[in-house]
T-cell receptor, first 115, second 110 residues
Framework: EAQVTQNPRYLITVTGKKLTVTCSQN?????MSWYRQDPGLGLRQIYY???????DKGDVPEGYKVSRKEKRNFPLILESPSPNQTSLYFC??????????????FGPGTRLTVL | QKEVEQNSGPLSVPEGAIASLNCTYS??????FFWYRQYSGKSPELIMS????GDKEDGRFTAQLNKASQYVSLLIRDSQPSDSATYLC??????????FGRGTSLIVHP
């Protein structure tokens, strides 16, 4: 089954304690991205990757890191989480290139609370 | 700053009616337009994409695009209670970064 998986689904942590949210896709997609969703603000892109070892900032990258060492995995790293990073996080993937038909598949989401 | 605007709603329609959801965007270079449906606590799901001016129909859904007016809409015919969700408009230009609107909440009441 084609899917994007994220772990953990729920996480409560404390300020400053480093954490990693994993994301994996089994569709051989080149393009992967991370979003955060906050009430009243909609979906905002944090980072994206067009392929292995190629990453770039989205609209709200501050406080986050990513890496893309393998095509299927795109972890999101919070080195020193703060309460303003409490949010619902989504990983997404799609085929890359210049094709117009670019259905984006979203993972199930990770609800993060930073105390 | 690229902007995508949607009325937050809620838009309330009776079962069987047509629901009309609207979206405007600021970037005239936008090329790809998408409508996603998101149920509460779930991830967004793509329901329609449109790339050229005019209408595109898929079952009960019709997307309409007017690039001159920078306007894209989604019509849902014969609305069902199961259509109750938040609908997100997304717009993408030549880059890989889509911009999402904040979403419109739709309530279909029996």
């Amino acid at each position: 089954e084609a899917q994007v998986t994220q772990n953990p689904r729920y996480l409560i942590t404390v300020t400053g304690k480093k954490l990693t949210v994993t994301c994996s896709q089994n569709m051989n997609h080149e393009y992967m991205s991370w979003y955060r969703q906050d009430p009243g603000l909609g979906l905002r892109q944090i980072y994206y990757s067009m392929n292995v070892e190629v990453t770039d900032k989205g609209d709200v990258p501050e406080g986050y890191k990513v890496s893309r060492k393998e095509k299927r995995n795109f972890p999101l790293i919070l080195e020193s989480p703060s309460p303003n990073q409490t949010s619902l996080y989504f990983c997404a993937s799609r085929t890359g290139g210049a094709r117009d038909t670019d259905t984006q598949y979203f993972g199930p989401g990770t609800r993060l609370t930073v105390l | 700053q690229k902007e995508v605007e949607q009325n937050s709603g809620p838009l309330s329609v009776p079962e069987g009616a047509i629901a009309s959801l609207n979206c405007t965007y600021s970037d005239r270079g936008s090329q790809s337009f998408f409508w996603y449906r998101q149920y509460s606590g779930k991830s967004p799901e793509l329901i329609m994409s449109i790339y050229s001016n005019g209408d595109k129909e898929d079952g009960r859904f019709t997307a309409q695009l007017n690039k001159a007016s920078q306007y894209v809409s989604l019509l849902i015919r014969d609305s069902q209670p199961s259509d109750s969700a938040t609908y997100l408009c997304a717009v993408r230009g030549g880059s890989y970064i889509p911009t999402f609107g904040r979403g419109t909440s739709l309530i279909v009441h029996p």
